[in-house]
Every structure is written in structure tokens, then in C-alpha cells.
């Protein structure tokens, strides 16, 4: 099945077109990556999946719903939560208290039981700090819970900011540059995560990523934007080796020299 759908997608910032008329598919249970250089519009693209933009022209659909027009955090409540390029904690607050915040959509309670933390307020807080905790193991981070965010190390707050959005309890989880920042090591057992979290959690993943070794070892299948339009897409291998994709990166002359 179809988990994720874009049609002729447009996003213009006044003169300039960021996205011009893209299409792309995601089905349920794939890890899929897009790609390009600097500038070329990935995390515009990313953006109208999420509802920070509406697409001045095209339809983005989830599940087989028009997203389009929807706020942030409606989409949310369909199953989707994101991480972003520069990293987004609440620095001040705790590993736990940060994965909490990301549970905030799927908590049902009426503002009396809040206010008077009743019977139904103290078994949701309960249940939600349970759950906080196992997520905040399955990323690794067990015996950190009470640090603060921003005494985290890098890779750690990566994990972190991933864990949040697994608190959302989504079914497509999209990811900009996880692995930035990252040594290698750290990117080869991030990968290995992403691999459990499909094959345990059944969850659909979209990368944005600029180390071309996880995009390659990790990915079903890789699109490749240059100056806002798709040029290519296909299987790893197949997209590696098209020309097209080859100048993106290089430039003509570079690519041309490169060429066997």
C-alpha cells in the first residue's frame, strides 16, 4: 500500500521556484531517500509532507488523504513526525521530559483532569512515562533519562530527538540528515537501528541524507533532486550510476573526467 503520495508538488518563495512539480510515492514498510545538492529543494520537499508549506500547486496525500492545508500538528495525529537538519531539543529540559513532549497528540484527557490530576490524569501520566522510558532505551540512551538535553553529546542528541518522534507514534517517520555530525560508526549503527525499527515496528522511513554510504547501504529506493525537479529515481545501484546525477554532484566538466 501507498503510505505517502505527491503529485506535480510546486513550492515557489517569490521568484523563486524551490520545487517544481515533483512527484514521488512511498509504499508502507519501504526506507527510501532523497537526494541532491545544496540548494536543490529536499528540505522544501520535506516541508509540504509536514504542513510547515502548503504546495502552491500539486497534492500531498497520506494513507490516501489530501494533506495539503492541514496544520503541523493535524498531520501529526495521521501518523507522521519528523526530525529536522539542525537539531531541535528543548535544551533546558530532560531526556525524559523531551520525549514526552512528543507524546503530547496521542494523550486523551479533558482539561478538569489535567487541572485536578485525577485517577484518569495520574494513569495517563503513568502509562506515558513508561513508554518514555522504553523509547528512550530503544535508542540507546538508557541511565540518562534525568540528563539535561543540551549536556548530551551530539550523536546522543540525535537518538534523543529521534526517540521524540517516535513518541508521536507514527506510522512514516522522515528523517533530515540524521547521520550529520555522525562518525562512521555511529551512521553504520544508526542504520541498524533504522533496519529494526521497519522489520520490528513495521514503520515507513524517508531520509534526507548527504553520506552517500547509508544512502546506498540503507535505502529501497533513492530520488534525486537538482534545482527543485526530480532527475532521477530508482534502486541505489541504478541511481549511482546515471550520468544526470553524476553532473549534479560534480558539474559537467568534473563529470565528464569522472566518466569511465
Keep these: 500500500m501507498t503510505l505517502l503520495e505527491a503529485r506535480g508538488v510546486v513550492k515557489r518563495f517569490g521568484g523563486l521556484t524551490a520545487v517544481n512539480g515533483v512527484d514521488f510515492s512511498l509504499d508502507e514498510g519501504r526506507i527510501a531517500s532523497v537526494i541532491g545538492p545544496n540548494g536543490a529543494g529536499k528540505t522544501t520537499l ?25 496544520t503541523p500538528d493535524r498531520i501529526t495525529t495521521l501518523g507522521v513526525a519528523r526530525t529536522f537538519q539542525n537539531i531541535r531539543l528543548f535544551k533546558n529540559m530532560t531526556v525524559v521530559e523531551n520525549v514526552l513532549v512528543g507524546m503530547h497528540a496521542r494523550v486523551a484527557l479533558r482539561l478538569w483532569d489535567v487541572v485536578g490530576h485525577t485517577p484518569a490524569f495520574r494513569r495517563e501520566e503513568g502509562r506515558s512515562v513508561r513508554q518514555a522510558l ?127
Excluded at 46 to 70: E, H
Excluded at 153 to 165: F, V
Excluded at 198 to 206: A, K, M, N
Design 46 to 70: 520535506f516541508n509540504t509532507f509536514t504542513g510547515i508549506y502548503a504546495p502552491d500547486a500539486g497534492d500531498v496525500r497520506v494513507g490516501g488523504r489530501s494533506i495539503v492545508g492541514l
Design 134 to 260: 522504553d523509547l528512550i532505551g530503544l535508542v540507546g540512551l538508557s541511565g540518562k533519562e534525568d540528563a539535561l538535553a543540551r549536556n548530551l553529546p551530539y550523536g546522543d542528541q540525535r537518538r534523543l530527538e529521534i526517540a521524540r518522534a517516535l513518541a508521536v507514534g507514527p506510522k512514516l517517520l522522515l528523517l533530515d540528515e540524521p547521520t550529520a555530525g555522525m562518525t562512521q560508526g555511529e551512521a553504520r549503527e544508526l542504520m541498524a537501528f533504522l533496519r529494526r525499527l521497519i522489520s520490528e515496528f513495521g514503520l515507513t522511513i524517508l531520509l534526507i541524507e548527504h553520506n552517500m554510504r547509508v544512502v546506498m547501504e540503507i535505502s529501497d529506493r533513492v530520488t534525486v533532486l537538482d534545482h527543485g525537479e526530480k532527475i532521477a529515481e530508482g534502486p541505489p545501484a541504478q541511481v549511482q550510476r546515471d550520468a544526470r546525477v553524476i553532473e549534479a554532484y560534480l558539474g559537467r566538466g568534473r563529470a565528464g573526467a569522472a566518466a569511465p
